[in-house]
C-alpha cells in the first residue's frame, strides 16, 4: 500500500470530514439530532404529506471505492484487476406516484446511473457496489426503472398502519388483503427482503450481502423486468408469487417477451411469529424457477475437449432450459438497536448464471446496532459474513479457461468466495447521511491463487 494509492481517498474523505464537522455543528445547535429518544427528525430534505393523492421524492446515492495491489499469480480477461486502482458510482432516481383511491395506485420512477465501479464491475461474484451497472458500455441517458399499477383486495374490515414510501402509497393496509401488481419493477423489491441487509444506499454495498447471491433472480443488466406478482398478507405470514420476463441472453439489456419460452417464476413463504416479547421475527422461504436460453457448463467443457481452446457456454444455449434454485431468509430483533440477519441459497449449477451474478451457493450472517446508547439514534453500524460457491461444472468451466459474464481468470484453483463488510452510516442533518465502509475478500473470483483484497468506500447518499 503506497503513499499514491493513499493519496486516491485525499478528496473524498475531505468531504467526508467536513460532512461529519457540520454535522457536530448542527447537532450541537439542536438542529441535527432528537433532544430525546422519543422525538422523530425529518429524514428527508424535504416534507413529504401523509394525506396528498400524488407522491414525488427523489435519492441520489454516490460510492468511491479503491482498493490497493494485491497477490494474483495470473489473471485473466474478467479478472479483478490486481493493480491499486478506484472508482466511483452514482445513482440518481426521480419517484413519482399518484393514489387513484385509497386501494388503487401508479407508480412511475426515472433513473440515472453513472460513473462505474472498480474493475468495471469484473472479478468478483460477491462484487462491492450494488450500485453499480453489470455492463459498463450502457450509455447514461435516464430511463425508465420502474412503471406499475398497484391494487389492494380488502380481505377484512380491521387495519393497520402503514409507512408511506415511493413504492406504495397506502398509511393504512387491510390486516388481510390481496396485493396484485403488473408492471416494470425489480424483483428485488418485493422477494428476499431483510431489513438487516437489503438497501445497498444505507446499510451494506455488497451484490450478496443486500441480496440472495445464489437467487438468480430475472432482471435485465440494469436489475428490472417486466411482470407480474400477487401478495397475500395476514397479521402473521404472508405469501407472495411472482412472473417475470427473462433477459435474451446472459446479462442482456433487452428482455424476452415471448413467455411460452422465457419466463421466471418466483414463490416466496414469509412467517412472522413472536419468538421473543415485544420483538420482531422473520422467516422467509423462497423457490424460484427460470426458463430461458441457457448454456450448459458440462456441455460447453465437453465440446471444446481436443480442440485446445477454451469452453465457450455461448455454443451450448438452448431455448426453454430450465434453471431454479431455493433461498431462505431470517431477521430477529434482540434489543430496541441490535438485529440479527442471515440468508442461505442454492441453485442447481448446471446451467449459466444468467441475470444476477456467478454465485450457486450462499451462506450470510449479519447484524447492525443502532447509535441511541451514544445519542446518535438514526446512525448505523454493520457487520456481515458472506460466503459464496460455485457448483463443480461451474469450477471446471472456469479452470479451462471459460468466460462467465463476470468471471474468468484464464485458469482456476477453486475456493470459497468469503467476504466481511463492516459500515457505519452517520445522520448529518435531514436527509443527508455519510457512511465508510470496508470489505475483505478472500479468494476473489473463488481463486485461491489471487487475494486477499481490501476495499474501503466512502459513501454520500441524500433522501430527497
Known amino acids: 500500500m503506497n503513499l499514491r494509492w493513499l493519496l486516491k481517498f485525499r478528496l473524498p474523505v475531505t468531504l467526508l470530514v467536513l460532512a461529519l464537522l457540520c454535522s457536530t455543528t448542527l ?14 427528525p425529518p429524514v428527508t430534505l424535504f416534507p413529504h404529506s401523509e394525506t396528498s393523492r400524488f407522491w414525488v421524492s427523489g435519492q441520489m446515492n454516490f460510492i468511491f471505492q479503491a482498493h490497493p495491489e494485491f497477490p494474483s499469480k ?28 385509497p386501494s388503487d395506485e401508479l407508480l412511475f420512477d426515472m433513473e440515472e446511473a453513472g460513473g462505474r465501479g472498480i474493475s468495471d ?63 416494470k419493477f425489480s424483483a428485488a423489491d418485493y422477494f428476499d427482503l431483510n431489513s438487516v441487509a437489503s438497501d445497498s444506499h444505507l446499510q451494506f ?100 475437449q481436443g480442440t485446445g481452446a477454451p469452453p465457450v457456454i455461448e455454443n451450448t444455449r438452448r431455448q426453454g432450459t430450465i434453471k431454479y434454485g431455493f433461498g431462505f431468509n431470517a431477521e430477529q430483533e434482540l434489543t430496541r438497536d441490535l438485529r440479527l440477519g442471515a440468508r442461505w441459497g442454492w441453485n442447481e449449477g448446471r446451467h449459466e448464471s444468467f441475470a444476477y451474478t456467478e454465485v450457486d451457493s450462499t451462506v450470510e450472517l449479519c447484524a447492525d446496532y443502532t447509535g441511541r446508547s451514544w445519542k446518535r439514534s438514526l446512525d448505523k453500524v454493520g457487520l456481515a459474513f458472506v460466503s459464496n460457491g460455485i457448483s463443480k461444472d461451474h469450477q471446471e468451466y472456469l479452470r479451462f479457461g471459460g468466460l462467465g459474464f463476470l ?53 454520500l447518499h441524500l433522501d430527497l
Do not use: C
Open 74 to 101: 495470473y489473471s485473466g480477461t474478467n479478472s479483478l484487476r490486481s493493480f491499486g486502482q478506484s472508482a466511483t458510482s452514482r445513482v440518481l432516481t426521480l419517484y413519482t406516484g399518484w393514489q387513484i383511491t
Open 121 to 183: 464491475g469484473l472479478g468478483l461474484a460477491g462484487f462491492t457496489n450494488l450500485d453499480v451497472v453489470r455492463n459498463p458500455t450502457l450509455g447514461k441517458a435516464p430511463y425508465m426503472a420502474r412503471v406499475m399499477y398497484h391494487h389492494i383486495f380488502a380481505l377484512s374490515g380491521e387495519h393497520i398502519a402503514a409507512e408511506r414510501n415511493p413504492l406504495s402509497l397506502a398509511t393504512q393496509l387491510p390486516a388481510r388483503r390481496l396485493e396484485f401488481r403488473i408492471g
Open 27 to 40: 447537532a450541537q445547535s439542536g438542529e441535527s439530532e432528537e433532544p430525546n429518544s422519543e422525538s422523530n
Open 205 to 304: 454495498m455488497n451484490w450478496t450481502v443486500d441480496n440472495n447471491g445464489a437467487y438468480d433472480y430475472a432482471a435485465n443488466t440494469r436489475g428490472y423486468t417486466y411482470g407480474a406478482i400477487l401478495d397475500y398478507e395476514e397479521r402473521n405470514w404472508g405469501v407472495r408469487f411472482g412472473e417475470m420476463l427473462m433477459p435474451k441472453v446472459a446479462n442482456g439489456e433487452n428482455l424476452d417477451a415471448e413467455v411460452a419460452r422465457a419466463r421466471a417464476e418466483n414463490v416466496e413463504f414469509e412467517l412472522r411469529p413472536r419468538l421473543l416479547k415485544d420483538r420482531k421475527t422473520a422467516f422467509r422461504a423462497l423457490s424460484y424457477v427460470n426458463h430461458g436460453n441457457m448454456g450448459d457448463y458440462r456441455q460447453a467443457i465437453a465440446l471444446a
Open 407 to 459: 468471471l474468468g481468470d484464464g485458469n482456476l484453483n477453486y475456493g470459497r468466495e468469503n467476504i466481511v463488510e463492516f459500515y457505519y452510516t452517520a445522520h448529518l442533518w435531514r436527509g443527508i447521511f455519510a457512511s465508510f465502509d470496508l470489505q475483505h475478500i478472500n479468494n476473489p473470483g473463488y481463486n485461491r491463487d489471487r487475494g486477499p483484497v481490501l476495499v474501503p468506500a466512502l459513501r
